[in-house]
Every structure is written in C-alpha cells, then in structure tokens.
Nanobody, 113 residues
C-alpha cells in the first residue's frame, strides 16, 4: 500500500522559510519521479516543483529562485525548501509521485503577518 506523508507546514511571516518533508512507502522510491503540489482556497491544484529519479528538477515560474526540491533516496523522502515566502504561497501542499496517485492529507502552509 502506497503512503505519502507530508509534514513541516505551519504559519510563517512574509519573507520567512519553511522546509516540507514527504516520507514515501510502498513505492520503489529511487526510480520514481516526485512532485510537490499546492492548492489554495478556490483554486485548482498546481504542481510547484518536480524532481526526476535522476535528480533533475523543474519549478513553477512563480517559485523559481525561492523554492528548492530535493530527495534522499536512502530515506525515501522528498523535501521542499521554501524561502522568501509570500502571502500568495498560502495553500495546502501535497507531495505525489509522477504520474500521480490518489492525494493524501497534505500540509497547510500559511504566510501571514
């Protein structure tokens, strides 16, 4: 059974940082492309970052230079380092494999004074 468990969200002021983690089980993590996604209230879910099994990365234009995706294949974990956070980054953040499986609970990120 596949499990993807996100953690690390919270409330942060504009300009602050958070590091999200996603622990995976039930998949062969080392050969799986992974992504971080987010969904803000009233908006569609969007992919903000991806990392291939080989370590290549890609980012949504609005987060380039601020967010960094990485992976630790020894721990079956993917990370999203988020710096210079803006109020418009507020959303529930999810991780998933690519192509996607049914969505998990996600972790709430709120950027506010």
């Amino acid at each position: 059974q596949v499990q993807l468990v996100e953690s690390g969200g919270g409330l942060v002021q504009p300009g602050g940082s958070l590091r999200l983690s996603c622990a995976a089980s039930g998949i062969i993590f080392g050969i799986t492309h992974m992504g971080w996604y987010r969904q803000a209230p009233g908006k569609q879910r969007e992919r903000v970052a991806l990392i291939t099994s080989g370590g290549s990365t890609g980012y949504l234009e609005s987060v380039k230079g601020r967010f960094t995706i990485s992976r630790d294949n020894a721990k079956d974990t993917v990370f999203l380092q988020m710096n210079s956070l803006k109020p418009e980054d507020t959303a529930v953040y999810y991780c998933n494999k690519i192509p996607e499986l049914p969505w998990g609970q996600g972790t709430q990120v709120t950027v506010s004074l």
